[in-house]
Protein backbone atom coordinates (compact mmCIF):
# COMPACT_ATOMS: atom_id res chain seq x y z
CA UNK A 1 0.00 0.00 0.00
CA UNK A 2 2.58 2.60 0.84
CA UNK A 3 4.55 1.91 -2.48
CA UNK A 4 1.21 2.72 -4.06
CA UNK A 5 0.79 5.91 -2.09
CA UNK A 6 4.04 6.83 -3.43
CA UNK A 7 3.39 6.87 -7.24
CA UNK A 8 0.52 8.45 -6.58
CA UNK A 9 2.59 10.94 -5.38
CA UNK A 10 4.94 11.01 -8.15
CA UNK A 11 2.49 11.03 -10.61
CA UNK A 12 0.54 13.91 -9.44
CA UNK A 13 3.76 15.93 -8.93
CA UNK A 14 5.12 14.82 -12.47
CA UNK A 15 1.61 16.31 -13.85
CA UNK A 16 2.44 19.32 -12.15
CA UNK A 17 5.46 19.76 -14.20
CA UNK A 18 4.13 18.65 -17.14
CA UNK A 19 1.22 21.08 -16.86
CA UNK A 20 3.22 23.63 -16.08
CA UNK A 21 5.44 22.95 -19.17
CA UNK A 22 2.92 23.12 -21.70
CA UNK A 23 1.76 26.14 -19.78
CA UNK A 24 5.47 28.07 -20.12
CA UNK A 25 5.37 27.57 -23.78
CA UNK A 26 2.36 28.71 -24.44
CA UNK A 27 2.35 31.85 -22.24
CA UNK A 28 5.51 32.31 -24.27
CA UNK A 29 3.84 32.07 -27.34
CA UNK A 30 1.09 34.72 -26.81
CA UNK A 31 4.67 37.43 -26.06
CA UNK A 32 5.94 36.45 -28.61
CA UNK A 33 3.21 36.90 -30.48
CA UNK A 34 4.15 36.48 -34.33
CA UNK A 35 7.15 37.14 -34.47
CA UNK A 36 10.26 34.65 -35.08
CA UNK A 37 12.82 33.15 -32.56
CA UNK A 38 13.34 33.27 -28.74
CA UNK A 39 14.66 36.01 -26.19
CA UNK A 40 15.01 36.14 -22.71
CA UNK A 41 12.84 38.66 -22.01
CA UNK A 42 9.93 36.55 -23.49
CA UNK A 43 10.88 33.74 -21.57
CA UNK A 44 11.03 35.46 -17.90
CA UNK A 45 7.53 36.79 -19.05
CA UNK A 46 6.76 33.37 -19.49
CA UNK A 47 7.85 31.61 -16.18
CA UNK A 48 6.61 35.32 -13.93
CA UNK A 49 3.10 34.77 -15.32
CA UNK A 50 3.71 30.51 -14.63
CA UNK A 51 4.90 31.25 -11.18
CA UNK A 52 1.98 33.72 -10.32
CA UNK A 53 -0.63 31.90 -12.20
CA UNK A 54 0.87 28.70 -9.88
CA UNK A 55 0.68 31.08 -6.66
CA UNK A 56 -2.95 32.20 -7.39
CA UNK A 57 -3.58 28.89 -7.56
CA UNK A 58 -2.23 27.22 -3.87
CA UNK A 59 -3.92 30.23 -2.57
CA UNK A 60 -7.39 29.20 -3.76
CA UNK A 61 -6.64 25.92 -2.69
CA UNK A 62 -6.68 27.22 0.77
CA UNK A 63 -10.46 28.18 0.28
CA UNK A 64 -11.58 24.64 -0.62
CA UNK A 65 -12.41 22.38 2.14
CA UNK A 66 -10.39 19.40 0.49
CA UNK A 67 -7.75 21.19 -0.68
CA UNK A 68 -4.78 22.44 1.00
CA UNK A 69 -2.25 24.71 -0.85
CA UNK A 70 1.58 24.00 -1.23
CA UNK A 71 4.88 25.84 -1.65
CA UNK A 72 6.21 22.76 -3.04
CA UNK A 73 3.46 22.70 -5.03
CA UNK A 74 4.08 26.40 -6.47
CA UNK A 75 7.90 25.36 -6.58
CA UNK A 76 7.67 22.33 -8.70
CA UNK A 77 5.06 24.40 -10.90
CA UNK A 78 7.59 27.16 -11.66
CA UNK A 79 10.37 24.62 -12.25
CA UNK A 80 8.38 23.01 -14.92
CA UNK A 81 7.95 26.41 -16.56
CA UNK A 82 11.39 27.24 -16.54
CA UNK A 83 12.10 23.47 -18.12
CA UNK A 84 9.67 24.46 -21.03
CA UNK A 85 12.10 27.78 -21.93
CA UNK A 86 15.08 25.34 -21.73
CA UNK A 87 14.00 23.59 -23.81
CA UNK A 88 12.01 25.00 -26.52
CA UNK A 89 15.35 27.61 -26.32
CA UNK A 90 17.52 24.23 -26.96
CA UNK A 91 14.85 23.87 -29.95
CA UNK A 92 15.26 27.24 -31.34
CA UNK A 93 18.91 27.34 -31.13
CA UNK A 94 19.32 23.60 -32.92
CA UNK A 95 16.73 24.51 -35.54
CA UNK A 96 18.47 27.99 -36.42
CA UNK A 97 22.05 26.43 -36.13
CA UNK A 98 21.21 23.43 -38.69
CA UNK A 99 19.12 25.87 -40.89
CA UNK A 100 22.12 28.41 -40.82
CA UNK A 101 24.98 26.12 -40.84
CA UNK A 102 26.31 27.85 -37.24
CA UNK A 103 23.62 30.31 -36.14
CA UNK A 104 24.90 32.47 -33.16
CA UNK A 105 22.83 34.17 -30.19
CA UNK A 106 23.53 38.03 -30.60
CA UNK A 107 24.06 40.79 -28.14
CA UNK A 108 20.43 40.98 -27.38
CA UNK A 109 20.17 37.42 -25.84
CA UNK A 110 17.67 36.75 -28.88
CA UNK A 111 18.34 33.71 -30.63
CA UNK A 112 18.49 34.51 -34.52
Not at 43 to 70: K, N, T
Not at 85 to 104: C, E, F, K, N, W
Amino acid sequence: METLEHLHHLIRKSAHLGEYFLFGLLVFRGFRGGRPGWTTEWAVRAVAVAAGWAALDELHQAFVPSRSPSMMDVMIDTCGAIAGQIVLAGVLLLRSRLARGAGDVDSTHRIV
